[in-house]
């Protein structure tokens, strides 16, 4: 895991020296500044990982990309600096003020209505889509089991065996191939849960196409694949990104990529609206995926809201009412019985109401051992999906080779079920409830079944729901032994892989199957056996451990557990066991998403600045010099500084020069502009000429910023003649006036606090003159983490 | 409702001129600024509630006061003065940055574990409150219903039935005199729920004494009492007012009332971390007393939380937690069945388990009417409640006339049930499983009871279970009725006496009955009557409807409700009726608690600024001119100021001004200090001399801020001799370095947002030089409201 960068530029090599978002900081200045104050107060020792400055050591770069050729520069340790930020702040410029003062209070009312719409579509589409998957699985899933089943039963006496597990395996990745093709050559960002992308996403970066139509058609058609491909994979993750991309599409009022636009909801054209809509759209596919409405809120705030805003909490909690509602009502359409709601989610726990289930006092010692354990195998999980996926970074970044891996596990994944189910001798008689869709009897007597096979022949929803609720005695304690230790590898293997995919099933299979065997194992050695009659409780206290173990929420989990179960008895252990899981595991490594988002350098912020962060002030965090803008620019100097690939700013404080000779002095702040507001005024040349008339007529509004958002333009397609470059911009009435601003020695976790609660992208920082002295985004905030040995500070790369 | 004020003193009247919080504003300069503006951009005429400005016409406070001599300036339109905010932004200062740059990593992980253990410690408290005050009032009423019981069988044939009367009455009516003599000479603070007071403490508004141990103890021997009293009030909403309390003095590791310190937690001291336990307390209070965990971290966001955090959610989960399983525990031990944890909270509702209970598709339109209904009907309780309180303010404001009206209630209370017990003749025959405790027989035939006792014979916990488990046929109709309308007068008029109450319970009873009543009536009616065969259920959707309607929860409460009955079935349902009911009752009248807030003209901060406030801006709203101080003051100057009671300013800007001679500039902001550290600095006398010798040697410490925190002594008594008065003092160290400030073109929604989010006490205003030109408060903002006519402003009053 060296920290071993391919490609590195820092700004201060650019010619045009400037820092707005996306630009790296370490600049000489702040650096030993910085270092003195420390040693001043000097308590901290901050570790800056690998100190050389690859600018003072030109080999250092060539030397890397010269012995790893094919490596992709991939690190924890690292900060990306490909992702931009989202606009969470509203750009309140003349032009946006106008509008808000020229709308009348009705015209709120009617926006507060549009917004409750949405949420009821978001909710009804994402209800719909979950119904989509479910009965196409399901449909895939049982004709698949029906083809192997029929050749099982007719080779099982002829001894070829073979030619049904060759059958199996055979269908398995021909589902699993298609799934990884397009995932691998369409849309990459639609791999795996996409839960770890939603949630940076609503933290705020900008993951590139993570909510567009496409990745919608490729992650539903990728995860049916999958799931009917036999992988040890869930289609309940996937849901939650299913249901984000809904809501940005539907929020929108229009599609770009079918170029369609209906002219609805154009007030909610900006990121601010949109990531709320987002949020809605997770919490209803959290909704539909479990069945558990108020999960769902729990699971957007949990994962990603930042300010708790009472009325967007209801508009969530209404598209989640909605989503579980409209799936459960076509299903039960489906299933021909109209009116019966009883299938809320996709998984189904299934009921847990007799009163043998009850828990008692002494149990809960027993139930914190188990989350214990829960949180040790899920450490254990992490750790291992961790090496697998930074090999994958660093060897199969080839869609190819991602497509042949993919293949590799389906077949390996028929062929392990498949030799577990021909090696174990588990015969259970065939109960008369017919619980089991596909008994096989295999090599067991007639009127007898081979339990593993229920295991493993089966979808994973099916089997977690026979782990919960088969009677006593239905299981082998060998056979749940052989098959935890199975799955757990299969199931971490398989996370990562190029198809879309939950994680979500697979820990709650892992862990109701251990968890069955523990009470298997209570009964067996405690002289009381009768007490800990029902392993099925086991089983499923043994599933959250597990799953809280790899994912690590609490508050949210405990909840969606309980409403997926339909039983609140079960409230507290759950709880106690999640948080003893959380606890557990978080002493050995991160939760499975924060590992995966680490491993994308992503500059992800969390809730709060690192505790010992408060000897950094804005002065040593920020970039510096700015790059600037007058308040009335010469558009050449514009188009000039937008064109510079090196630097690639997006946000350029507006100032008021007072000496406007000398452009080294910093002019006092007067407002903010973006790069893509810029770009919109560039496109539609409202240029003023020296005498200051205006050139274009047209007077700019807010709706051509809005039609060209979210997609704007590169600056490069934009042409602009040399007349033109002469040409003035006046950006007093586009830039926002009153930008959020802090002085030099304000401290870190102050900045952090207030660039967190109000979802900034730019925060200025000025001396006591009001002059613009440096810039504080993201990545400067990001980069600052609280390592094994105190503050460390990431590096920024540009990978 | 005219708007009267007795007393109302602008600032501009007084001598030193400026504003820090607790200031009036409506400042000469600022208002034709303001109209001017209006009038340019000119779409939403602002309406000025009785612009008539008080000082201009002299006589017109003289008049109010001698026409209304004994009344009490209350209004929903005013907002007073006498309530000051709680700093929940940290005050940054040199002395707070270097101890926390001393603290080690392992500094803060201890500080992060006596988190949880005061969370723990907040959680078996609250859990114990709840256990002893169920206990006590079980047995107390235990023993009042076994008397009268006694008395009512004993004199029944005798015909002397009115001895029974008065002596229920009399039972009643000394229970309630205690309970009401205790809060009304003791602790006024203690009356009611405490939810509203609960709501501004988290919302950032200081209440008077509403978290000592003083209040604790009134509370809860209140409590008992108006419950044993047999008030129609419940005992769950003051749990959450106990456990804010229990959370305050825990996390302080000291009572200021016993002078007892136990020098731990001294690093809490301060409103910030408070805070955050107090959030804590009340979600404790809540899962003790209903059983619901999530339910009570839900409430604490929904009511109280501005910045939602991972870590203090957690936390507060654990507290929540903590205290239900304390709760369950001990009452498993009174119960004589210790380890069966079937006591989850003050309320049980009972289990709803049966497949009979289940709901069916075409029955959610008659759950949604019932929802309308509730709204109706809640809103109806609200209006009531309303004028009730606003004659109470008016006319009932001697504490021993608030003796008499709770004495009255108790009386009057108590032969309205005797007078329904007497004259109803709804026999029902003795069930075999005894579920009432105090059967009534009256003039039933032997082997039957009257159904009516058992509604108002009885806690009123005990009476909403038994209209939600009682088997169909249990409740005449007309009983039903009549019951419904008793009690919902009984209980409008119960609430805002002066005793501890909760609205919850009577809420669920008056609900649950009319819901009872109306599933029996949809039996009659429709063809089909076995299949709304359960009336049960609609008790539950009922009681539902018409708490949702008065107290206007969504989220929350879903959840309360669904953790309490212990099933997740009727979530959907219980979510629709919800948000029908608030659609419903918001379209007439705000939430109950909302309405209290209100009358008490408490500057209470919503969400988000008013919809079409974004014509105004920090100039409009600020408050100016500002008194500030200089970096190094005269000790007499800041005696002077602090002194000036007709200001009574909580923070001073501090500056440095460029012409030291003209003091009419105003100075470059360079901090912001707090009366409170003032008055310890004065206290310590930490002077300088002109010479700049430090007269006090001792260097002052975080500690002794800590120390007089939170009760900081006035001004007043401290003693500054002349010579000291001459001598200067040095604010560079204690003031906040760093005040968050934003520019006069500054929007109203993102001044509010800044505010709001981050928790602050002050915002200050500055020009483009950085130079001091306004302040703003929470009254600044909290003054502009949505009215039915677009925005309002609220005037400030000195109530």
Redo the contacts between chains.
């Keep these: 895991m060296a920290s071993i960068t391919k490609k590195v530029s820092w700004s201060s090599r650019s010619d045009e020296p400037g820092l707005g978002e996306g630009t790296p900081l370490l600049n000489g200045a702040g650096a030993p500044r910085y270092s003195r104050q420390l040693s001043g ?1 000097g ?2 020792p901050i570790r800056r990982l690998s100190t050389v400055d690859l600018e003072e050591d030109p080999t250092a770069e060539e030397e890397s990309a010269t012995s790893h050729p094919k490596e992709i520069p991939h690190n924890e340790k690292l900060l990306s600096l490909k992702y931009e930020s989202l606009d969470y702040d ?1 750009s ?1 410029n003349q032009l946006f ?2 509008e ?6 009705m015209g ?1 009312k009617c926006l507060e209505i549009s917004r409750w719409v949405v949420c009821a579509l978001i909710g009804i589409l994402t209800g719909l889509i979950a119904c989509f998957i479910d009965i196409v699985v399901e449909k895939l899933a049982g004709l698949k089991y029906k083809v192997i089943k029929e050749y099982i039963e007719k080779f099982t006496e002829a001894g070829g065996l073979s030619i049904s597990l060759v059958l199996w395996a055979l269908l398995n990745a021909t589902f699993v191939i298609v799934g990884s093709v397009i995932v691998a050559f369409f849309e990459p960002i639609a791999a795996g849960s996409g839960i770890p992308q939603i949630k940076c996403y609503l933290n705020g970066v900008k993951i590139p196409r993570v909510v567009r139509l496409k990745t919608l058609v490729v992650k539903v058609c990728g995860v049916i694949c999958s799931v009917a491909g036999g992988l040890a994979v869930g289609k309940e993750g996937p849901m939650i990104h299913s249901g984000a991309v809904v809501a940005a599409g539907v929020s929108q009022g229009r599609s770009t990529s079918l170029k369609k636009d209906f002219k609805i909801f154009e007030y909610f054209r900006r990121d601010t609206e949109k990531r709320d809509f987002v949020s809605a759209g997770a919490a209803a596919g959290v909704s539909a995926a479990f069945g558990a ?2 999960g769902g ?1 729990l699971f957007s ?2 994962e990603g ?7 967007l ?2 508009r969530i ?2 598209a989640s ?1 909605i989503s ?2 409209t799936l459960n ?1 076509f299903l ?1 359409i489906y299933h021909k019985n ?4 009883s299938n ?1 989610g996709l998984i189904n726990f299934g009921r847990f ?1 007799s009163d043998s289930v009850e ?4 149990e809960i010692p027993v139930f914190i051992g188990m989350g214990a354990l829960g949180g040790l195998l899920g450490a254990l999980f992490n750790v291992l999906n961790y090496w697998l996926t930074i090999f994958r970074i660093r060897y199969i970044h080839r869609p190819c080779l991602q497509v042949m891996e993919a293949m590799l596990v389906a077949a390996v994944t028929a062929t392990v079920s498949f030799a577990m189910i021909y090696f174990s001798n588990d015969c259970q008689p065939l109960g008369q409830d017919q619980a089991e869709n596909y008994p096989l009897q295999l090599f067991c007597a007639d009127g007898e079944y081979n339990s593993m096979a229920t295991a493993f022949f089966n979808t994973p929803e099916r089997s977690v729901r026979s782990l919960f609720h088969n009677p006593p005695g239905s299981y082998n304690p060998l056979t749940l032994g052989v098959f935890t230790l199975s799955y757990f590898f299969l199931a971490c293997w398989t996370y990562g892989l190029t198809v879309s995919a939950g994680v979500f099933i697979p820990s709650l299979l892992i862990g109701a199957a251990w968890g069955r065997l523990f009470g298997i194992m209570l009964a067996y050695i405690t002289p009381y056996g009768s007490i800990w009659a029902d392993p099925g409780k086991y089983a499923l206290i043994g599933a959250a451990a597990q799953l809280g173990g790899i994912v690590r929420m ?2 949210s989990l ?2 969606i557990l ?2 997926a179960t ?4 079960y ?2 252990p759950i ?2 066991v999640l ?1 003893t899981a959380k606890i557990v595991g978080d002493y050995f490594v991160e939760g499975l998403y924060d590992i995966h988002i680490k491993l994308q350098s992503v500059p992800f912020l969390h ?2 600045a690192p ?2 962060s ?2 950094l002030t804005a002065r040593e965090v920020m970039s510096s010099p700015v790059t600037c803008f007058n308040r009335i620019e010469k558009v050449g100097t514009i188009v000039d500084v937008l064109s510079n690939t090196s630097t690639n700013h997006n946000g350029f404080p507006v100032v008021t020069r007072v000496t406007d000779g000398d452009n080294d002095e910093p002019g ?1 702040i ?1 407002g903010l502009i973006l790069r893509s507001q810029l770009i919109v005024l560039l496109k539609h040349k409202v240029f003023v000429e020296r005498t200051h008339s205006r050139l274009n007529q047209r007077k700019l509004q807010l709706k051509d910023f809005r039609d060209a958002y979210p997609r704007f333009p590169p600056i490069q397609s934009i042409h602009v003649s040399q007349d033109e470059r002469e040409c003035m911009m006046d950006l007093s009435e586009f830039m926002n ?2 930008p ?4 030099q ?3 870190l976790p ?1 900045v952090f ?2 660039f967190r ?2 979802g900034l992208r730019h925060l200025i920082v ?1 001396d ?3 002059r613009v002295v440096g810039l504080v985004t993201r990545k400067d905030l990001a980069r600052y983490h ?1 390592g094994k040995h ?1 503050l460390e500070e990431l590096q920024l790369a540009q990978t």
């Excluded at 808000?100 to 209070?105: I, L, P």
């Excluded at 339909?566 to 008895?569: E, F, K, P, S």
């Excluded at 959020?740 to 002085?743: A, D």
């Design positions: 107060s308590v901290f509203n309140e003020l106008e808000e003062r020229r709308m009348s209070y709120f409405p108020v809120v705030l949990e809201a930042s300010f708790w805003n009472q009325m909490t209801w909690f209404f009412m579980t509602f009502f039960s109209p009116g019966d709601l809320p109401e828990y008692n006092l002494y609490t508050l405990t909840v309980v409403e339909g039983n609140v008895t409230g507290l709880m106690l948080m809730w709060e505790a010992t408060h000897a006092k007067c006036p009153t959020y601003t802090v002085t020695e304000t401290s102050r606090k207030l609660a109000l000025v006591s003159e009001n609280l105190g």
